[in-house]
């Protein structure tokens, strides 16, 4: 299937809420600063009717992205220095059965796969059952989970933990709603967004496991969308749920602000060769930045890594005009750490990029690359 292009993210949200024969699951791999997150906020948007005076009454999106990790805030105790924990925005949808169901359970079944931390939730609930104050301390005592005075006073955790406290409290939400909760019966879409940053490849397998697992348990569950960065996390959920997904990677159009997505079902997808793909697409063009130079030189370090080269420039074919690799060495490192940003992309001058062609062409062609892959 060729590539889709979409005008903006709001229209390729609808895309995605709405294929024709849709599959359970929609998988998107993307760069950073593609749009993952903002992709999944229209998404959001998009299932939400508010009423005459702008308030949300009806949604259809339970979501984990950025903005959910902001429905928890430290409390830091600046003034003494003790008591220290979280505090949860209870004026959130996300929230709505904390009250009414052993949260605190659920949540430390899930965690005792990824911490060693404990935790305790207190609350306050107004007379109708809403939340009026919820707030989690977290404390470590050896050969016991009670709370003590430690649990009392609260430690500080890290933000690896924070993050992987948060997704296994979301975690517990989409349980709660895969088991039928009222509190959660709005759910037709889950949308996870990023889930695994401060995870090691160790962990994100196990998150990734552990998702697909849930997710599959019930045939009569919400459909679900999951967007990521990560290669590896992109891959293991790509395995684990075969042809019971939709495979995409997001890339931005040509044009400022349009989006094109290529459906990658049944193909092979590797971080690196898709990098290498983009690349030969890009020296092709002539559309070529300074930062292209910093996207091939972290494949070559891949390519070095596996083959057990001592170095990157070991990738690097030497000439008989430059047989000590001085020129296309100094050109890599110069253009990978120079002052730039990928947000204010600079465009190579012409001599730059004939060395960037050079330099990528002699690299598919002295590794085993697939040529098919990168069509002259």
């Known amino acids: 299937m060729p590539a889709l292009p979409f005008a903006d993210l709001p229209t390729l949200a609808r895309h995605l809420r709405g294929e024709q024969n849709a599959k359970k699951f929609t998988l998107i791999y993307a760069y950073n600063g593609t749009g993952k997150t903002r992709l999944s906020a229209e998404f959001k948007n998009l299932g939400k009717r508010a009423d005459e005076t702008g308030i949300t009454v009806e949604r259809d999106t339970l979501y984990f992205n950025a903005f959910t990790e902001d429905l928890f805030s430290w409390e830091n105790d600046l003034v003494e220095d003790r008591h220290r924990f979280i505090k949860l925005n209870v004026q959130s949808e996300f929230l709505s059965a904390l009250a009414s169901t052993e949260f605190d359970t659920r949540i430390r079944d899930l965690l005792r796969r990824y911490a060693d931390f404990d935790f305790r939730i207190d609350t306050d609930v107004h007379a109708d059952g809403r939340l009026a104050r919820a707030e989690v301390v977290f404390f470590r005592e050896e050969g016991s989970s009670s709370a003590g005075e430690t649990a009392t006073n609260g430690i500080k955790i890290s933000r690896g933990e924070e993050n992987i406290f948060i997704w296994c409290f979301f975690l517990t939400v989409v349980q709660l709603m895969l088991d039928g909760s009222e509190a959660y019966r709005w759910v037709r879409f889950v949308y996870i967004d990023d889930p695994i940053s401060s995870l090691d490849e160790h962990n994100a397998v196990m998150v990734a496991n552990h998702l697909v697992q849930m997710l599959t348990r019930s045939d009569n569950g919400p459909r679900a969308v999951i967007s ?149």
């Open 228 to 376: 990521t960065h990560h290669p590896l996390f992109f891959n293991v959920l790509c395995n684990e749920l075969g042809r019971k997904a939709h495979k995409y990677f997001l890339k931005n159009g040509a044009e400022a602000g349009t989006f094109v997505i290529d459906d990658i079902d049944g193909k092979e997808f590797l971080h690196h060769l898709s990098t290498l793909a983009e690349l030969n697409d890009l020296q092709k063009s002539g559309a070529l930045y300074t930062h292209h130079f910093n996207m091939l030189r972290r494949v070559m370090e891949q390519t070095a890594n596996f083959f057990g080269f001592n170095s990157w420039r070991d990738c690097v074919r030497p000439e008989t005009d430059d047989p000590d690799k001085t020129l296309y060495e100094r050109i890599i490192n110069l253009m990978s750490h120079g002052d730039y940003s990928v947000f204010e992309a600079r465009e190579m001058m012409e001599e730059n990029k004939n060395l960037f062609r050079r330099i990528f062409r002699q690299f598919i062609t002295i590794h085993p690359f697939n040529p098919e892959r990168f069509p002259g």
